[in-house]
């Protein structure tokens, strides 16, 4: 049997079936920004807030 993609209409508003379909049509804004979005955070760097002569490891006060 075929895998259907999607969701139901039959356990599923209009108003939801209407935001997935927004969201998965490549001509839509909604998707662009996604897309864009996704992006984005994929490139990012984040600093995890270490300053120098700091360590990962244990303190031995």
């Not at 999607?6 to 079936?17: A, C, E, Y």
């Not at 379909?21 to 490549?26: G, I, S, T, V």
């Not at 300053?51 to 006060?61: A, H, V």
């Amino acid at each position: 049997m075929a895998k259907k993609k999607g969701v139901s209409g039959k356990t599923h508003t209009q108003k939801r079936l209407d935001d997935y379909a927004n969201q998965n049509n490549p001509n839509n804004k909604v998707y662009k920004a996604d897309k864009k979005n996704r992006r984005i955070q994929k490139n990012k760097k984040y600093d995890i807030g270490i300053l120098d002569g700091e360590s990962y490891g244990w303190c031995d006060d």
